[in-house]
Structures are given as C-alpha cells and as structure tokens.
C-alpha cells in the first residue's frame, strides 16, 4: 500500500526476523508530495498551505471503526535534560519556564479567534452536524472479511500452546506466547496516532505558523497482544492528548507540556473532538475550523528502566515524512523521557488548568514531596494530567528500549524487538485493509 514504509518490509514477509526494519534507522528525506492526507470528504479549499500531490495513503478513518453513528517542599526534584533526577534549585524553575511558555504559546494562538468565537453559536447547528456526519467514512464496509476457521480449527483440543485468540473481535489477538517474551519493563504498548488542525480557513497547513493545535492520540493493547488483519476493535480505552507547543521537542534543551484532553474514550468520540466546523460571526460572517488531519500513525511503548519513564514510537506510514511533518519535530522512531507534573503543587502565572486531574488520594501519595514523577500509564486515565516530554535525541530509541536486568534473566525480548514486531504486524495489517 502506498504509505506504509513498505521497502524495509519485503525482506521481512520473506521471512527475515523483525530486527531488519532497523534499517529505517536513517530518516528519510522530507518530502512534500508524501504528505498523508485524509480521505473524510471534501472539505473548502485552503486559503493558504501547500496541497500534496503525492498518491494517496490511508487515512486513519480507514484503520478504526466505526462505532454508530502548593509548594510546600524544600528539595523537589525534577528531570534534567539528560533525564537525570535533579534538585529543585537547578531545574525547577527553567520546567516552570517551560509551562508558562506552554500557556502564553495557547493564549497567543487563539488571541486571533477569541473574538469571533465569542460571536459565534455555542453549538452547531443540526445540519451543521449532518454535514461533518457525513464525511466520516463509514469503515466497516471497507475492511475486508476475515477468513473464517472450521470449527475444528476453533475448538480447544486442537489449539496448541500459546496460539493467538481474539480478543475484540478483530485484529488484536491474545497470544500466551507473547505475552512471555514481552518485557516487564515495557508498563504499555499499543498505536499512536498524530494529527495537527489548521487555523481558521487553512486546510492543509504548509508550515508551523499555519497549525492551531497538534494532538496526539493513543490506543493502548493488552499487554500479551499482537495484531493479525482486520481492524482494532474499539475498547473505549482511547485517549486524546493536546500538545500546546504544536511541536514534538526535537533537542535535550527542549522540555514541551502535553496534556490529557480526553480519556477512557472511544474512537468515534475522538474523531467527533477532531472534526471539523463552521461558524458565524457578526464581524467577519462564516468561519471555518478545519478538520484535524491525520499526519501519522505508528506503535509506541511507555517504557521505565528504573528512575525514569519513557515514551517511544516507531512509525508506520507515511513511508517519506514531509517537510511540514519534520517541522511538526516527527522522526522515523522517535523517545521522550516523561515526567508527570504533582497537581498539588501550582506552577507559575497562566500556567495552570482551570482544573487539575482529579486524583484519587492513593495516586496523590506516591508524589510524596515530588513536583514530578516518572509517567505511569494509569496518569493519563485522568483527564487534565500534565506531563512534560525531553527529547532524548532524533531517530534514538537506545535509552527508552534499554533491557532490564531481571528481563534479561527471563530470556525476554528487549523493548525494542518487542516494538518492532509490533511494527510489522501494525504496517501488515494496515497494508491488508487496503487490499494490497
């Protein structure tokens, strides 16, 4: 399928063992014509931004379902920008840099809105809703029929150890065998999905200055899973992160806020967040809120190797990042050391959300005294949870996918084997849907 990275593929469905697509290692060179675009319909014509001429790749729509229609502390620590624990004096305060930028970076990309908006109907209309209804593909006619066994294929005494079963009716499939060869310390896996929206009127946006917000959306696996063909059933258990720099952070100097917009959601939810709108205002007439495009889609792991936290990924399609894509800071594979901000303690003027994560006290005691914590996935269970992501490096993956000692006893796969199976069978799958 066009779009999936396809020549570091070939060897594989050969037969050759998932360590080969290391060969994409090197990022490959920015292409505007490669751009992803979404298929959901038409939508108006940007005003500004460059078009993609490139032959058309899948869309996410066509790869998930269609459900129907304080401070009280003295020596706090925070991460460092090698990911090393360090004092409160030291860092703290350029971390409380990074969030009031975060803030003033929100207030100043809507400053161009808020007039308008204030003008605006505070809910769409029902035509309004008909019509973005309507350019939602529907996905379930689309995916082709998984072949069906003979009941005695299904029955129990002719499974053998460690044979896959479904577990949502779909692609992600339980395997016992899996489940033993995943390492410990990868705490969750599973399908990441990136997405920008254009300003007001630009559909396709060329560059940075052209993006309104970025997101990031997240769609956990069970831990033992592997994916076969078909489509990932919907277990309700998506999220939806915002990234209020816009941009993944692509040096160790960078330290970017991301925060939980949605949680324990379903996909059909979420593409109802991302769609698009339409608006009248008594000053400019009808304004158009493009639709959040999908740039990207990969697997990714929240990884721990001890003190710290990790978010990793590897992409799957595109097969070529454009240049906007680049400039967005998406690399082939990609990690962030990961840090949760201690909602009991405020951060600096603007700041902070109108409201923190509502936290059970149990959670809130394993802060202890800490302004941070490393990332655990039930954090971002919450909506509002704040945690701030430092680079490790463009293309590296060595300090997120480390093996631990006690995986390595066990015989287990490293981080990285077990992501780049993952990989494979996501980059399978997805070619599948497409019947190629």
């Not at 050969?14 to 060969?23: C, H, I, K």
């Not at 489940?179 to 009127?201: A, D």
């Not at 959601?265 to 009248?280: G, V």
Request: proline letters at 5%; glycine letters at 8%; a negative charge.
């Amino acid at each position: 399928m066009a779009g999936t990275r396809s020549s570091a593929r070939q060897a594989a469905a050969a037969g050759s063992s998932p360590a080969s697509s290391e060969a994409k290692n090197t990022p490959a060179k920015a292409s505007a014509s490669s751009k992803r675009k979404s298929d959901t319909g038409s939508t108006p014509k940007s005003k500004r931004g460059k078009k993609s001429n490139g032959k058309a790749q899948k869309t996410i729509e066509e790869t998930m379902p269609d459900d129907g229609d304080k401070d009280t502390g003295k020596d706090v620590e925070t991460k460092g920008d090698n990911g090393a624990e360090t004092q409160n004096g030291q860092d703290a305060a350029t971390t409380d840099q990074a969030l009031k930028e975060d803030a003033d970076t929100v207030m100043e990309d809507s400053k161009d809105e808020d007039e308008d908006k204030n003008n605006a109907p505070a809910d769409k209309s029902a035509s309004d809703k008909a019509d973005d209804s309507s350019k939602v593909e529907d996905t379930d006619s689309a995916e082709p029929k998984r072949a069906t066994e003979s009941d005695g294929d299904n029955s129990t005494e002719n499974r053998t150890k460690g044979e896959a079963d479904d577990t949502d009716g779909g692609a992600v499939k339980e395997s016992s065998q899996r489940e033993e060869s995943t390492p410990s310390s990868i705490l969750e896996k599973g399908i990441i999905y990136f997405f920008f929206r254009g300003r007001v009127g630009i559909d396709e946006p060329s560059n940075v200055s052209e993006i309104a917000r970025s997101y990031i959306v997240l769609r956990p696996l069970p831990h033992g899973a592997k994916l076969g063909d078909g489509a990932v059933g919907d277990g309700g258990n998506n999220r939806l992160l915002a990234l209020p720099k816009k941009v993944l952070p692509t040096s160790q100097r960078d330290r970017f806020m991301i925060f939980v917009e949605k949680t324990k959601s379903t996909m059909e939810d979420i593409k109802n967040t991302l769609q698009s709108s339409d608006y009248t205002t008594k000053t400019v007439g009808t304004r158009h809120t493009p639709a959040a495009a999908p740039i990207a889609e990969g697997v990714y792991a929240i990884t721990t190797t001890g003190r710290e936290s990790h978010l990793a990924y590897i992409l799957t399609i595109p097969s070529e990042l454009s240049e906007v894509q680049h400039d967005v800071g998406l690399q082939e594979r990609g990690s962030f050391v990961t840090s949760v901000k201690n909602p009991q303690y405020e951060g600096p003027a603007n700041t902070n959300l109108p409201k923190g994560p509502d936290y059970p006290q149990d959670v809130l005691e394993e802060f202890r005294s800490l302004r941070w914590m490393p990332l655990q996935p039930k954090l971002l269970d919450y909506e509002n949870t704040q945690f701030i992501v430092i680079s490790e490096g463009i293309g590296q993956l060595d300090k997120a996918t480390e093996q631990q000692a006690e995986d390595g006893k066990h015989e287990k796969d490293t981080p990285l084997e077990e992501m780049e199976k993952l990989e494979h069978e996501d980059e399978l799958r997805v070619k599948h849907l497409a019947g190629t």
